[in-house]
Every structure is written in C-alpha cells, then in structure tokens.
RNA sequence: GGGGAAGUGUCGGAAUUGGCAGACGAGCAUGACUUAGGAUCAUGUGCCGAUAAGGCGUAGGAGUUCGAGUCUCCUCUUCCCCA
C-alpha cells in the first residue's frame, strides 16, 4: 500500500546519475550478492510453522507494485527487517512475509493509455519489484509470496463477500456517491480528502448509483473500543474515533401531514433538542427525496434550478467556509410537535444527504451556521436558552453553549438547559415524536469500484429469482482475460458478452452478473491470514496456521492509512469473528507508523525530478549503507530528508568497522600486564549493548545507531592505546558485529566469517548485559550555586550525600563564589549533582 | 472555524521521573599524509568576549521551582486531522 500514489510508470533509467560517495574498503555489490545467494541456497530465512520457539508476526504493509522501488519503500520496510531480525535473535520465530497489494488503478490506466493489460502490466511490475525487494537482503520468505490479482487470491475475497452478504452485512442500496470524473469510479467517504479523489486529487462530485456496501457501521460501537489491543499511536486511535464520529442526541419528526404526502413526518437528529423550541425554519439537503414532492408550484423553478446547480458542485464548493450560506424556500411548511408552530421549509447546500438524515433543523439562536443563514434570509431568530447572565438583548452571533436557561420554551421555562434536554427527549419519549439515540458521522464501506482490475463481485441478477449470489463450488468469477480498457464510467465487464450473459444459479433462466468490482481494500483486509498459509487451497487459509500465526504482534505502515485500510481490517477480522472464522476480534497488537521520506525539503516526485532510487545507492554503497543511513536520518516516526552527503558518513563508519574487525588481536599480546586492563572494555561493552537493545526493541534506530558508532569510536581509541588484552578485544568485536547483524545483515555476516565466528550470525542469540558490569564506576559530579553550573568533579559512582556536599562545598570555585555568604542549603540529587543554595 | 502534534547550533537530530543542553552524524575550519583529494588521520566547531574572566542561549513573553528544552498560562509559526 505504500506509494500508492506513486503509480504510473515502468521503470526507468534516467535516475542512474553519478553520485558521489565514499569508496568503501570491499566491494559491496559483491558482498550483498555473496551472502544474499548464500542465504536462498540454504532456506536461511525459511520460515517453519512447527519451530517450538515462541511466535512473532511482523508484517509491514505491503506494496502496491506501481513499476519502480522507491526510496519510500525501503524506509517503510528496511527498518522493519532490522525489528524482525532483531526479534529472531532474541529467540523468536519469525514470520515477517512480503506479497504486492496488485489490483488497483494504475494497471488500469495504464492498459487505457498505452493498451498494455493490467495484468502483464502488474505482473512485470513485481517481477521488478521483487527483484528490488531482494537486493535489500530482508529476511522475507519468498515462498509465502502473495498476489491478491491472481484469482487463487482473489476467489477468496469472493467467498468472504459471500459469508457476509449471507449474514447480511454486505447489500446493494441505490444511494448518492462520491464520483471521481477522473478515475471513473465512485469512492468510499474514506478515499475523499477535502473533498477531492484521495488518488488524483479531481474534485469529486455526487451521483445517483446502485452501490456495495459492507455493514461497517454495525460494528461502529466495537471500532471504538481500542482496549483489546495495548500499543496504538494515540493519534491513530483519534483520527478513528473522530472518524466513526459517535453522537449521543434525539431523533425528532416534524409533521408534514397537511402536505397529503404518502411521508407524514420529517425526521431529524439533533445533539441540542433542548434547543427545540427555538426552531424557525427547516432545512433539506438538495438530494432529500422530499424537496421534489414538498416544493409548492409557485416555487418549483426556483427550487429546482438551486438543486441542479447544487448537483454539478463538487463538495469542496458545498463546504467551504467562506461561501455563504444561502439557499431556496419550497413554500412548505411542517409542525414543530412541541409548540405546534408551523416552520418554513427550506433546501440549502450546506446540509449533505450522507451525512445523518439530510434533514436539519434550523435554530438560529444557538448554531452559527443557522444563525448566518438565518440573517442572510431574513428568518426569525428565537432565543431559547438564556446564556448566564443575559440581559435580553439582540445576539451578535449563535450561543452554542449548554450552560445556560430554557426560555421560550413553553412548560420547559426555568429548567436548566441539561435538565430542559432531558424533560424534552422524554416529553417526545412518551408521545411518540422520536426519541433518543445514537449517531455516527461514520457510513457503511462502500466496496463497488466501476472499474475492470479488481474482484468480481460474485452476484447474479436472474429476472425471476432476483439477487442471486454465485455458488461457493463456482468460484472464483474470474475476470475475463480479453476486456475491453475504456474510460467510460462504467465497468468494462458490462460490455464484455461473456461474461455479462449468465444463467441464474436457481432457476437456470437467462441472468446477468454484477459487473462491479471490489474496493481493493477488501484484498488487504485479510491478507495478513493468507500469509500464514498461502497455498493452502481449501480455505482462505489454513485455520490451524491462521490461529497459531495471528493476530499480528507488530505491524508497520504509513499513518495515511489511519481510517482506510487499519479500519476496513479491524471490521473485517470482526466480522470474521462473528462468522466463526477467526477466533481473535483485532488483526493488529501492536502498531508503528514510520514517517515520510522527503528529499531536498520537498516530496519527491516524477515532476520535481527528485525521486531517489534506492537502486543507485544500493550499487553504490551496498543495501547495509542504505538500510543504515535511512535509519540513523532521524526518528523512524518523523520521517526524513534524504541527503547525498550524509548516507557517506554511514559509508565511513562501515569502513572504520571494517578496519577495526581487521585488526590482529595477536599484536595485542603481551600488551599490558595490568589484570584491570581487561575491564577497560567491559563497562562500554555492556554499556552499548544494554542502550542498543532497548533502542532497537522500541524502534528508536537513529539512537541505536549513535550509540554503536560511540562504541565504535570507543573500540579505536583502545586500540590505539593497545589498552587490553586479546581476549577482551575479541569478545568486544564479537558483540559489535551481533548487535550490528539486523541492521546491517551482509557487512555482518562478512565480518563474524572473517573472525571465525559460526555460520550463520543471524542465528546466533543476542547478546545480554549484566546490569553490575553496565554501571558506571565514575561519575560526573556537577557541583551548581544557585542552579547554575560551577564545577565539575569525578567522584566514585556510589558516593553518598553527605560526602558529596562536602566535596562541592570545598571546591575551590566554589569557595570563591561563596566568599562569605550564607549558604541556606545544599540539594543533592544521587549520581548527578549538588546545588548549593547561597542568599 | 474546531481538535491534535511540534518549534533545540549551519543542517539531520540527542537529552529516565524537572538535574552537565547540543550525544551521534553531516557540514565547515586548521593541520598531517599525499602527484592529487570528493580518500584517510588529528584537532577545533552554539553565540558574545581576547585564546581570559565572565555573560547569553532550546520560537517569543510571563510564571512555578534550589534548579525548566522538559511543568503552567499567553503570543507567534509550522505540520497533521476534521469541518
């Protein structure tokens, strides 16, 4: 799913400019293909389901194959190989697989433009891709590879699109979406940003469609419960809760019976039903289905022409908050049932059909877009809720606030606003006018995509029988090879004979199929179980693996997927629950969103020309620099800006590792008689090892990184000491090349061979730290008078307060400074600092 | 308009619970080696000051505290999400 954008184009050459580098001591194309051969011919990173060691899935979101590794990819999946390495050596088995996320609409465009078939198209793609993906020497195991473009992939969307219309979560209703005129197809509310194509960026307008959709809102209420999982960004979970958008308030009619409609009421939702009182006008969205059959003959021309100029606007004309609020009156008027008073009825753009009912009502007094719109139409303005303190007086805009008293508002006068809320919701209660409940900002997922690459939906129409969903022992519906690639708006199986001519699975009579496809986030809603057994044929997976592999103790991805994908998929392992096909209700434990990789200050794109291909770096420098550099930039979670001349302090310190593990302990022999001289290297030994452990468990490379290279800096000024023995020399290097072996895997493997060490590092147990040995035995003393710093002192690590101050006190700088004022106190914080406090 | 996150040298960024600001790296400077340097090694590098003493310094302003990058309030800026 990362670069998802990024579609478009086949690989290309016009990257390959000469950068300049450091030239490393080995040859680093030779090096990764070494080890990388090495490690494919022995099933190194072959993952077993029966190891007896404990389970850990590390899964990075994967890919959509748009023709060329990006840089970006090898930020969001470098980092997560060094964590899933990193989780292997502290004794795990790891599952941490890689597949391509392959339907979608680039193929498509691409087979309209330049008549290439998505599927060649797409499959090209991963086949460079994945040979891409392969030079970063990952620990993927090539074997669990999914494609979710290949009907033994995608025949199991269909049989889970079947299980959930059966248990009535997936249904066809006619209702207005989201177009993107570019992209020809309608979107879900999700893939609409400010109101333009999340894809294109075209601003997106409404239409009138027979649609998918899957019941996601029946889980709304479970969305919002993050407690089975521990280890969410807060912001993800914020960015989902406002998403679902829960609203506790009161459904209330309003009668329009005088009207001899077949509908006698209006219903609408409100938060404030204390406010009721206050209602002078009511407003529709122009697409309600009321506004044609209200709207008064004196009116009609005028309504109308305002509901079609309403249709050609995109929302992000509708919505802009610098538009006025303006709109038309239909002549018809329905009963407020508190007061009996009859209220105008108006159409006006600012209210969506999709969002709550299309309906609201209007209550100038206490809601500022109501109360605009009032003013501009000259519409009474009835104050009902008496702020604190209130002198009566004309109001310069809407009071919205819930403190305050009912007023106006017949037997309500004198309660509180929350007590008046509560009187109200219960008088509408008990007549039968509406009630209280609950609203969510959040709408079903809307899976039709009227587009060729992507999922048949497994539905027939048969003329008798109606709906019909295709048989389980018929799929999968394959998509037929020989389509025709058209932008036309409609899919292009409608017109494909074959496909579209059917015979009813009941009846046997002359039928058609759907010829929608599948959103593509139904195939990531559940790849995460096909990669515990992706061949398995008779299932969508094998439900021992399944259960034995998920849920996902690590997940890594892009942030932009905080209400798509990372929704979509917690609904969809929920529903799965419910149908008994899972057994646990949450794919992901844990969650990580690493950050965006810029270059030059700027994103990178095609246009810019400042796309950074991994791929020359990679020659260049060998993947072990790249993979380092990219995670030394900066915090994994921030993002970065790529820049040439610091990927070469990453190719200097390689070479001073590289030369450090190619000295010769024997010249150390004999070096110093001093049995002491054996802990000079231990302190910074377990030191190194203790941070770089606890930095790499909770994704804090760039630290990791730092305090390997103070190791490595270390390591250079004993040797040019010759300050210890062989032996301890060794042990120090050993430790350096196994912390190092998940971030850099190929420099570390040379290395451990080069010392001898047993094939293969990578399976080699991480080395631990004693808590004793890490300590400091000096420390700094900071000696402060009246917080600022004074002096400085080396003292034993374990002094005590008592001497401590008297040390401070003695300082000699400090003595000076004193010269005879009166010291008031001395605090000491243990291990760090004392303050002398002087008037 | 609402909500959230952030603002630290020339740059990327470090900094348990409030306790040495600037780790580590880049860049730059000086020197060494060298036919050469875009290699390597050494040293220096927040600002003012003289190479000293000393002072200033984490967007700006106030506050709490023995002590504030960190906590509180206000202002400004940037980014993200929602409208």
Not at 162 to 185: E, V
Not at 462 to 477: D, I, Y
Not at 493 to 505: D, E, I, S, V
Not at 753 to 768: A, C, D, F, R
Request: hydrophobic share 35%; with cysteine; net charge negative.
């Amino acid at each position: 799913m990362a670069g998802r954008r990024a579609g478009g184009a086949a690989p290309s050459g016009e990257t390959m400019t000469t950068i300049r580098t450091a030239e490393l001591r080995y040859d680093p194309r030779e090096l990764d293909r070494k080890w990388q051969e090495r490690w494919a011919q022995d099933g190194a990173y072959r993952v077993r389901d029966d190891d007896p060691r404990p389970k850990w899935y590390e899964l990075t979101m994967y890919p959509y194959p748009s023709g060329d590794l990006h840089i970006g990819h090898w930020y969001a999946m470098a980092p997560a190989d060094a964590h899933a390495r990193f989780m292997r050596m502290k004794g795990y088995n790891v599952l941490h697989p890689m597949g391509f996320d392959a339907f979608g609409l680039p193929a498509e465009n691409a087979a309209i433009r330049r008549g290439i078939h998505p599927y060649t198209w797409t499959m090209s793609n991963i086949q460079n891709m994945r040979r891409q993906l392969r030079s970063m020497g990952a620990i993927y195991d090539w074997n669990r590879e999914i494609i979710c473009c290949l009907p033994e992939y995608y025949r199991w969307n269909q049989w889970f699109f079947l299980k959930l219309y059966q248990a009535g979560l997936a249904y066809r209703a006619k209702a207005p979406a989201n177009w993107c005129p570019s992209c020809q197809t309608v979107l879900a509310n999700e893939q609409v940003k400010e109101g333009r194509c999340e894809r294109c960026d075209t601003p997106v307008t409404r239409r009138d469609l027979e649609q998918w959709f899957l019941r996601i809102t029946r889980y709304a209420d479970e969305l919002l419960d993050f407690s089975l999982f521990m280890d969410w960004p807060e912001k993800i979970k914020t960015m989902q809760a406002n998403w679902i958008g829960r609203s506790e308030g009161v459904e209330i009619s309003f009668d329009i019976s005088s009207h001899r409609l077949e509908e006698k009421e209006i219903r609408t939702f409100t938060t404030r039903i204390d406010t009721i009182h206050g209602v002078t006008f009511m407003v529709l969205a122009p697409e309600h289905p009321l506004v044609a059959r209200l709207t008064t003959p004196e009116h009609r021309a005028e309504v109308d022409a305002y509901v079609e100029e309403a249709r050609r606007q995109t929302e992000v004309e509708r919505l802009s908050t610098e538009r006025e609020k303006h709109g038309v009156f239909t002549g018809a008027y329905a009963i407020n049932h508190l007061n009996g008073e009859p209220v105008p009825i108006w159409v006006a753009d600012y209210v969506i059909l999709s969002y709550g009912t299309g309906a609201v009502m209007g209550v100038p007094a206490h809601d500022q877009r109501d109360f605009e719109f009032a003013k501009r139409h000259g519409l009474p303005i009835r104050v009902v809720i008496a702020p604190p303190g209130w002198d009566g007086s004309e109001m310069g805009q809407a009071y919205e606030g819930r403190e305050g008293t009912q007023v106006n508002s017949g037997p309500f006068d004198g309660l509180s606003a929350q007590r008046g809320y509560q009187a109200i919701a219960d008088r509408i209660e008990e007549r039968g006018w509406g009630g209280r409940m609950v609203s969510y900002r959040m709408r079903d997922w809307l899976i039709s995509r009227q587009r060729y690459w992507g999922t048949p939906i497994p539905i027939i129409y048969c003329p008798r029988c109606g709906t019909v969903p295709v048989p389980e022992e018929q799929l999968p519906v394959l998509l037929p090879e020989d389509a025709e690639f058209k932008p036309t708006g409609e899919s292009p199986l409608k017109r494909h004979q074959g496909f579209y001519h059917t015979t009813c699975p009941q009846c046997g009579a002359q039928a058609h199929r759907e010829t929608d496809t599948m959103d593509t986030f139904v195939d990531s809603s559940w790849y995460f179980l096909r990669f515990t057994s992706p061949h398995y044929s008779d299932g969508p997976f094998h439900p021992e693996l399944g259960a034995q592999w998920c849920p996902v103790d690590q997940y890594t991805g892009g942030a932009e997927h905080a209400v798509m994908h990372l929704l979509y998929a917690r609904f969809f392992i929920k529903a799965l629950r419910d149908l008994g096909i899972v057994s646990f209700g949450e794919p992901f434990l844990r969650l990580f969103n690493q950050g965006t990789i810029i270059a030059s200050g700027a994103k990178m794109s095609k246009s810019r020309g400042n796309v950074i291909t991994p791929d020359t770096y990679a020659q260049a420098l060998g993947a072990d620099v790249v993979r380092a550099y990219l995670m030394f930039l900066g915090p994994w979670d921030g993002g970065g800006d790529w820049s040439d001349a610091g990927i070469n302090g990453m190719a200097r310190w390689v070479n001073r590792i590289w030369d450090l593990v190619h000295t010769d302990p024997a010249e150390l022999e004999g070096t110093t008689q001093d049995p002491e001289a054996a802990r000079r290297l231990l302190g910074p030994t377990h030191r190194t090892i203790k941070r770089a452990v606890t930095d790499l468990e909770r994704f804090k490379f760039n630290t990791a990184l730092a305090r390997l290279m103070e190791f490595t800096n270390e390591l250079q000024r004993v040797w040019q000491e010759r300050a210890v023995g062989p032996d301890a020399w060794r042990d120090a290097i050993r430790t350096l090349l196994l912390l190092l072996a998940p971030v850099t895997p190929h420099l570390a493997e040379e290395l451990w061979e080069h010392i001898g060490g047993p094939y293969s590092i990578h399976n080699q147990p991480l080395p631990s730290w004693d808590e004793e040995l890490a300590k400091e035995e000096e420390i700094t003393l900071v000696v402060q008078v009246n917080g600022r710093v004074r002096d400085k002192l080396t003292v034993p690590a374990d002094i005590g307060e008592e001497e401590a101050t008297r040390l401070a006190l003695g300082s000699p700088r400090v003595q000076a400074l004193l010269n005879g004022r009166e010291v008031v106190r001395a605090v000491y914080v243990p291990g760090r600092l004392v303050n002398v406090v002087v008037k």
